[in-house]
């Protein structure tokens, strides 16, 4: 439970009137609930093997290929918080599985371009269907509304710690 959801549990008991300012603490809560959900969201991958023994990181990188097209290691490191060297593990990881394949990139003579391969592609549609099918059972409760507002809540947040 929440610091929030246990102040709330505590006002409505007593009557007492929230705090003043409490955006801060309504966001630290969404922090906090976000970060909870990750744990759960990563069991489940690891459950239906969208999460494999790379990490969970092959079923994204392979996303932003099925996504945008062709892309150099650095761009997808840009994409997410992590280091180019671990990106570039994981193409090598992910080439090794003949996943995605290093073409020669026009606009730079060192800098590759990674793409999907046929097998990458139809490996990502299949972790992909599985990712549906588990969605399909999670949040019965919530409208797609809700979950839609939700999303873009999250993404606004994620943008305003990006940009800091």
Known sequence: MTLERAERKTRRSTGASPPVDTKPQAVADLMLEVAQCFFRVRAL???TGLITSWGGGA??????????????????A?????????????????????????IDN????????????????TR???LNARLLM?????GVN?????????TETLQHLYDDMKAR
């Open 59 to 76: 079923f994204g990188f392979m996303r932003s290929l099925a996504l945008f097209g062709p892309l150099t290691v650095p761009e997808i």
């Open 78 to 102: 840009q994409m997410r918080p992590t280091s180019r060297q671990r990106m570039q593990r994981l193409a090598d990881e992910l080439a090794a599985e003949e996943f995605v394949e290093f």
């Open 142 to 150: 919530l409208s797609e509304a809700d979950i839609r507002k939700t």
């Open 124 to 126: 990502y549609r299949e």
């Open 45 to 47: 991958g690891q459950m």
């Open 106 to 121: 026009p606009r730079h003579q060192r800098s590759k371009l990674v793409q999907l391969t046929p097998k990458g592609d």
């Open 134 to 138: 588990m969605a399909s059972t999670l």
